[in-house]
């Protein structure tokens, strides 16, 4: 079941679980826009997070890109949030990924 989640409550609780939240936030994200975009089959979030520690992070910027493509997918655009999202993820401010991820969750719901 998808659930609208406030993003500012999020970001809240990423900052006082020292990240743990964002975690959970990452697998939910990565579900939710799995299942919008008609990709069920598609690498689950678990799976993601566990690639994401063996690769040392590297594997979650090609995650970026790919949720990048699955929003444009939900929003019905032709646009590159994927590259957006890879840029903003090199920058270190992937949370930023993440809201924008999850606004489009929001609207979809």
Request: charge should be positive.
């Amino acid at each position: 079941m998808i659930v609208r989640r406030s993003i500012p409550l999020a970001i809240i609780f990423t900052i006082i679980t020292c990240g743990i939240y964002g975690i959970y936030w990452m697998i939910k994200l990565n579900d939710e826009v799995n299942y919008l975009s008609g990709e069920t089959q598609a690498t689950s979030g678990v799976v993601v997070f566990l690639l994401g520690i063996v690769t040392c992070g590297i594997y979650l910027f090609y995650w970026l890109y790919k949720m990048g493509e699955r929003c444009d997918r939900i929003k019905g655009m032709n646009s590159s949030s994927g590259i957006l999202y890879l840029i903003l993820g090199l920058f270190g401010l992937s949370i930023v990924s993440y809201c924008l991820m999850q606004d489009t969750i929001n609207k979809a719901i």
